[in-house]
Every structure is written in C-alpha cells, then in structure tokens.
C-alpha cells in the first residue's frame, strides 16, 4: 500500500501543478494519463443480475448546461466528455429535466463515437421535464419521457433509468413496475431512485430490484448515513451521491463572495450558499486543504477519496466543465487512506456543524421520501 500511496502523492503533486499550468501543459498531463487508461478503477452498483459494473467516479454533466451561471461552449463540453472517456471514465450522467432535454441532447452528441462503452443514466420525473411545474411518474409520462430521452441521447437504450424525485401521488410500486415493462423491452437496462427514502427503497425493490440510489451525499451533506446507505447496503444496491463536492463548495473555490447568475443557478436561492453560511462552514475547507496539503492532494480529491473509502459500492458523480478539474477529480480515486489517516480525519470533520440547509421550500419537500 505504500508504494501505492507514493505513487498518488507523486501524480497528486502533478495534478496541481496542472491546475496552475498552461492549457498546453495540462493537455499534455492529460495525455499521459490517457496512455494508462487501464489503471481505472471500477466498483459495482447493484447486486445479482441487477449489477452494473462502472467507473469508481462518474460525470454528472448537469452543470454543462443547467443550474451553474456561466453556460459554456458546447463543443467545449463535449471535448470534456470525450476525454472523460479517453481516461477510463465510462459513467454519465444527465436527465430530461436538464433544459430540459438541453442536456441529453448535448451527452447524446458526445457520447455517440463509443456508446456501446459505457454506462448512461438520465431520469424522468417532473412534469413537462420542468422541476419548477411539479412531478409526474405516471406510467403514461414514464413512457413519454423515455421515448423522448432515447431520441435525445441518439441511443436505443438507456443503461440505468432514475425516477428523479418520487412522486407522491403514483404509487411507487407502479414506477418499478412500469420501468420493469422497460426493461422487458429492451429500452432501459436497468433501475434507479434519486432522493428516495427507506420505505419507497423497499417497496421499489420488491417488484423491480433497484440497481442504484442517487441522492446527494458529501462532507457538507451526511444525512444518507443515518438510514439510506445502510439500506443499500442491506439490499445489494449502489448508492451514487450526487453533488459530492457539494455544488463546489468543496472544491475550495467559492466563497462569500462567490456571485450566482440568477438566469441559470439555483446556488444563490439556497440556504447554505449564502455569505454568512459561506463563512460558517468555512472550517472544513481548512480541515482538507491541512490534510491535502500535507500529502499533495487539493481540497476536492480529499473530499472525494473520505466519500469512495465509505463503503465499496458508492460512486460519486463530481460534475465539472474543465479539463483540469476532470482529471483532479478522477486521480482522487489512486489515494488510499491510513487507518489512522481516516480516524482522525472523520473525527475532526465530526467536530463541525454545518449551518445552512441544502434545499429550500418544494425541493426540500421532494427529498428523501
């Protein structure tokens, strides 16, 4: 294990230099990492026949597109995806809700020189795909939705299938039921809930095995460790947090100064983004920028290796709109803790409260049901 720690800290080191460095030095970090495109690691999500084997990091592709101010160039973003894939990274993830349907359409394009390669995941679940309007799974919409995601992701299969928020008004058993008609089709593979609670986990479960959970986890966010992950972990089901930089503040480069296009990015109507809440959470960025900056790592590729040491079936999906960032965020799965390490780490983050709510007013209302 300790040659393999050395090794981290060597490319660790490597990695923030690039961050610093010209665009041309970094392609060139980059393509040195392409030539070892067989070191990626890869964890399973799911259990049984139900199990998908996938990179131990995803992408989540949201903000390429959706909810994070600035919108970037899409030939930008599609070279972002591409050369996720040309590291070894064969998770992506996108949904109908992300436009809607902006997104898809976008990973759809970049994806579509080695589809068959990789593990794509989108979801249904609001109406009109429109967050803002409510949720609508029934059966009808279910199948609407996928028929126009399909379309969009220019597939004719969709690997893994979320219902992205449980709607209260359409029991869940008929969502697993009708993804399991799907998947009899051959128009999704397999089964996912987003934001959903132990009873709905269950009850899912029990008419079309679940392969994976997505809800946010992350050192700002724990609250799926009191029940969620456990019951993952009791049914055989991956749990893949979403937001495991949580929106960036764990990257360390926001702050109470940080402004959020109101057009474009949910951050600033959100409790925990606010300045004075910035600046109350502020001590774990320097709990992990103290630990990183002993061992060559950065803030987000601390924060990423605590979450992928938790358990063997969780698979963040850190998004990012940079090369740079990509490839910091993927390296962070070479670093392996000390037990020692973990323990006293865990236990100062312990220490800290974290002020300010992830969700307010209707999202809050849709989560962890």
């Known amino acids: 294990m300790e040659n393999?720690?050395?090794?981290?800290?060597?490319?660790?080191?490597?990695?923030?230099?690039?961050?610093?460095?010209?665009?041309?030095?970094?392609?060139?970090?980059?393509d040195a990492k392409k030539k070892n495109k067989t070191d990626m690691k890869y964890r399973t999500l799911g259990s049984g026949d139900h199990a998908l084997k996938v990179s131990s990091v995803g992408l989540g592709c949201m903000g390429m597109s959706y909810h994070r101010s600035f919108v970037p160039e899409k030939k930008a973003m599609i070279s972002v995806i591409q050369k996720a894939y040309d590291l070894g990274l064969n998770f992506f993830d996108t949904a109908e809700a992300y436009g809607p349907l902006v997104n898809e359409i976008l990973v759809g394009e970049a994806i579509s020189p080695f589809r068959k390669d990789i593990v794509l995941a989108t979801k249904f679940g609001f109406k009109n795909g429109k967050p803002s309007e409510g949720l609508d799974s029934r059966p009808e919409r279910i199948r609407s939705v996928v028929e126009h995601s399909l379309r969009s992701l220019k597939t004719d299969y969709?690997?893994?299938?979320?219902?992205?928020?449980?709607?209260?008004?359409?029991?869940?058993?008929e969502v697993a039921g009708t993804v399991q008609i799907l998947i009899k089709e051959g128009k999704v593979k397999y089964f996912g809930l987003s934001e959903a609670g132990v009873t709905n986990i269950r009850k899912a479960h029990a008419v079309q095995p679940v392969t994976a959970l997505q809800s946010e986890y992350s050192l700002m966010t724990r609250e799926p460790e009191m029940e969620v992950i456990k019951i993952c972990e009791e049914l055989g089901i991956g749990f893949v947090p979403y937001s495991p930089l949580s929106r960036g503040m764990l990257s360390g480069y926001l702050n109470e100064r940080s402004v959020y296009n109101p057009n474009n990015d949910n951050r600033g109507t959100l409790p925990r983004y606010q300045p004075q809440n910035v600046i109350a959470n502020w001590s774990v960025i320097n709990i992990l920028k103290t630990?990183?900056?002993?061992?060559?790592?950065?803030?987000?590729?601390?924060?990423?290796?605590?979450?992928?040491?938790?358990?063997?079936?969780?698979?963040?999906?850190?998004?990012?709109?940079?090369?740079?960032?990509?490839?910091?965020?993927?390296?962070?799965?070479?670093?392996s803790f000390t037990k020692e390490e973990l323990t006293n780490l865990t236990a100062d983050l312990n220490k800290i409260k974290i002020v300010g709510d992830r969700y307010t007013g209707i999202s809050a209302q849709q989560t962890q049901k």
Do not use: C
């Open 158 to 173: 969709i690997d893994l299938l979320y219902q992205h928020r449980v709607d209260p008004n359409i029991p869940i058993e």
């Open 4 to 30: 393999h720690r050395r090794r981290f800290l060597k490319t660790g080191a490597l990695v923030s230099g690039a961050i610093l460095s010209s665009p041309t030095s970094i392609g060139a970090q980059m």
């Open 291 to 335: 630990f990183g900056d002993q061992r060559g790592l950065t803030v987000a590729q601390v924060a990423l290796a605590w979450l992928l040491v938790q358990k063997p079936f969780i698979v963040p999906i850190p998004g990012t709109t940079k090369l740079a960032h990509l490839q910091e965020n993927m390296w962070a799965t070479d670093f």
